[in-house]
């Protein structure tokens, strides 16, 4: 794993331009008496690959929650794509093209590769999918979902159950069946959890060339992979934005090398 490099304090802070994708101010959340999220400023620029980082504890999954709708904030809006989507529900706000892949694979496992990407398919064209429906309505889908196994390296698993394939594998398959919703912006939440290094590497590439002609935000705490994938980072540390800025500039800030060696509660 890549390591914080001691060097001189380096702050650039949020900027918001009107080449935003995606932009949440003043986003809090509270459970109880505990605040996890407290006045977050953040602004993802269209066509790059964000990260949210820190230490745990430090917030990240419960602003990624409510940025992918999952959550609701206590205070602060959130805005994707010139519109308010705070009140929102997450499947609308998905079929408007924010659309997020979980830790934890999202695919039905005694389904073939083909037929998963098939269902998102489905989904992602506003048909609902029934098991009963007669295999000739879905063939149409086919070829698309045979060109997204493509795109992630699964063509030649296309008939394989995706609980047989590999761990990395199935957060390849989990990634197409996000792009079949023609996200304009993907929320990566871990995608490399859980992965042996043979893996890592493979999915990095997967990651950077699906991120071609859309924007990534991701949450990982594989700092080698942030630095090598990531145009921006976000800092957070108790709720709140530490910092911002290119790896080089969040690495070499003290408060982020002593944020990381302190160490807090698990997120």
Not at 97 to 105: A, E, N, T
Not at 119 to 125: K, W
Not at 229 to 253: F, K, M, N, P
């Amino acid at each position: 794993m890549t390591t914080l490099h001691e060097g001189s304090s380096m702050h650039a802070g949020p900027t918001t331009t009107g080449d935003s994708v995606l932009v949440a101010r003043g986003l809090s959340k509270r459970f109880g008496g505990f605040m996890a999220v407290n006045n977050v400023d953040l602004s993802i620029r269209r066509g790059s690959i964000h990260a949210l980082i820190g230490p745990n504890g430090a917030g990240k999954t419960t602003c990624f929650n409510l940025l992918t709708k999952t959550l609701s904030p206590t205070s602060g809006t959130i805005d994707f794509d010139g519109h308010d989507i705070t009140q929102m529900r997450a499947a609308d706000v998905a079929r408007m093209g924010l659309v997020r892949s979980f830790q934890i694979s999202a695919t039905f496992p005694h389904m073939t590769a083909l037929e998963n990407v098939r269902v998102a398919l489905q989904s992602s064209y506003g048909s609902t999918y029934r098991f009963w429906n007669s295999l000739k309505r879905v063939e149409p889908l086919n070829e698309r979902a045979m060109h997204l196994l493509e795109r992630v390296g699964l063509a030649n698993m296309a008939k394989v159950e995706a609980a047989d394939l590999s761990y990395g594998k199935k957060r390849a398959l989990e990634i197409a069946t996000t792009l079949a919703m023609e996200p304009k912006v993907m929320l990566l939440d871990e995608p490399t959890a859980g992965m042996g290094h043979e893996d890592i590497e493979p999915i990095t590439e997967l990651i950077r060339e699906t991120a071609k002609g859309r924007t990534v935000v991701i949450v990982e705490h594989n700092l080698s992979i942030v630095a090598t994938l990531c145009d921006r980072i976000t800092v957070l540390q108790h709720g709140e934005v530490l910092t911002e800025g290119t790896y080089a500039e969040v690495s070499s800030d003290e408060r982020v090398i002593s944020a990381y060696m302190g160490g807090v509660d698990e997120d």
